[in-house]
């Protein structure tokens, strides 16, 4: 069965640690990796991921894909509480997008 | 700039009602899809479809309807309410990214928020 795993699940940190988010998948017909962060609504765009090893970055927020192991990493350095969020990993393949459950981040003062 | 346009925000329906969820985009994306989201299970994919008048099941499509007669919209029917469907629901859309057939990032509209009593 096609799935996205994401851990850890839950993580608390304090403002100015680094965190990193993993997200493992197994799909067929793979087609690229995306990251979400999800506050109190909708979920918005960070990064999308379709060639392995090629690292994006935005900010303080960097992302990583290896397609020979099936996972990818979201780093993010310096964290603040605007970073507390639910971090949603999701694999488009084939004509869908999956969702892994999340991993919720609180970033505390 | 609205992007992906849901309504009702919120709705509180009784169990046997029947009732539709509106979705409707204006960035003339190709794919569409419906997802419902539950604590712990992230976002789970009802219905999607990759053009007018084209429409396919995801994982959970037991208890919903969709149709596709326009590119703009693509609304949720739940036809018989049960406590079950209690959920968030957000509706999203794709353009497809070029020579490699993926579709770009999904944008959302900002849900709905469903209670079946």
């Known amino acids: 069965e096609d799935k996205v795993v994401q851990s850890p699940l839950s993580l608390v940190v304090h403002e100015g640690d680094t965190v990193t988010l993993n997200c493992s998948y197994e799909v067929t017909n793979f087609r690229s990796l995306l990251w979400y962060k999800q506050e109190k609504k909708a979920p918005t765009f960070l990064f999308m991921l379709?060639?392995?090893?090629i690292e994006k970055k935005s900010g303080r927020l960097s992302s990583i894909l290896d397609k020979k192991e099936l996972f990818s990493i979201l780093n993010i350095t310096a964290t603040q509480t605007g970073d507390s969020a639910v971090y949603l990993c999701a694999v488009f393949y084939g004509q869908n997008f999956v969702f892994g459950p999340g991993t919720r981040l609180s970033v505390l003062p | 700039n609205a992007g992906v346009t849901q309504t009702p925000k919120f709705q509180v329906l009784k169990t046997g009602q029947s009732m539709t969820l509106q979705c409707a985009q204006d960035?003339?994306?190709?794919?569409m899809s419906w997802y419902r989201q539950d604590p712990g299970m992230g976002l789970r994919l009802i219905h999607y479809?990759?053009?007018?008048?084209?429409?396919d099941q995801g994982e959970v499509p037991n208890g919903y309807n969709v149709s596709r007669s326009t590119t703009e919209d693509f609304p949720l029917r739940l036809l018989s309410a049960a406590p079950s469907q209690t959920s968030v629901y957000f509706c999203?859309?794709?353009?497809?990214?070029?020579?490699?057939?993926?579709?770009?990032?999904?944008?959302f509209g900002q849900g709905t928020r469903l209670t079946v009593v």
């Open positions: 379709t060639s392995s090893g």
């Open positions: 960035m003339n994306h190709e794919y």
């Open positions: 999203a859309s794709s353009r497809s990214g070029g020579k490699s057939k993926a579709y770009t990032e999904a944008f």
């Open positions: 479809s990759v053009g007018a008048g084209i429409t």
